[in-house]
């Protein structure tokens, strides 16, 4: 049986599909990126099959397992050819063990071209958090207080072609008690760990690479932290904005999703802003005045941010001007800055 290394089949021009035959549950908890799940056994079954081999014997086991993916094999194969019409695969488990060799052997029989991925999940996990440890890239990073338009302003600068990483759009998080409103549901923080380090493996080392500045947890999601070290002391660009111009940013940025959903986020607030200012809040949400709500966010965001900007041990701080609120003009001036 033919097999691949990670490190190997990463360096692959062409990767082949890589089918994931782990459980549903131990692919949701965390994945390569662009695996696809193909599992072997349900939840309950590896459950079942786990337990004989604890309880009884690997043999138990085994024919059980077999038991059970026998009655599968069709589907399997027909699956396989749908998921990779090409007909080239890379089939992982968690350690490379019997379930990733059992469908490996299945498909190759079927007449695929067929890969087992040496070590399997396990192996892909020890390698990319390895690989994160390591500072392949110098980071820069983008700063400035809440509705400065950091994140536009980074897509923008990825359109004008540097190497960008928007940490918010990986963890599905603004980073703020608002931040989960219109974003999907956060990965978890192994399926962060792995979306970070595809993205940075893909560009080229010693390659400059822009990330917006960010806590060590994004809502849900803690950054690596290794990584989140090179962040706090990488060199920083702080936008600074006129207030009005923030205020636009944030009601362009939420005035379009429910009430509701802005006034829970205010609620959460209510400890750090006071009682009173929330209420005016949600009163002023209430009358779909927007701009005056972001302003009473805007009076907790700024002390935190001061908080926050006051104890960064970043190498080199540039405070940035902005003279146009369009980002395309703040990302060409920042990126033309040396």
Sequence with gaps: ????????????????????????????????????SLPLFSDDERAEVGTLYKQDSPDSALLRGLEIAGGKMRDLVECARTLAPGGRVVVQCWRGGQRSASVAWLLDKAGMEVYQLEGGYKAYRTYARGWLEQPHHPLRVLSGPTGSGKTRILHEMARMGAATVDLEGLANHKGSSFGAIGEDEQPTTEAFENLLFEKLYGIPAGNEVWVEDESRMIGTVCQPEAFYQRLLAAPVVEIVQADDWRVANLVAAYAGYPIDELKEAFKRLRKRLGGQHVQRALELLDQRDYAA????????????????ADRKGATELIRFLARDADPSVIAREILALR
């Design 293 to 308: 709500a972001a302003r009473i966010a805007l009076v907790y965001y700024d002390k935190t941010y001061a908080h926050y």
């Design 1 to 36: 049986m033919k097999t691949l290394t990670v490190e190997r089949f990463f360096n692959l021009d062409d990767r082949p599909v890589l089918l994931d035959v782990r459980s549903p549950g131990e692919y949701q908890n965390g994945h390569a990126p662009g695996a696809v």
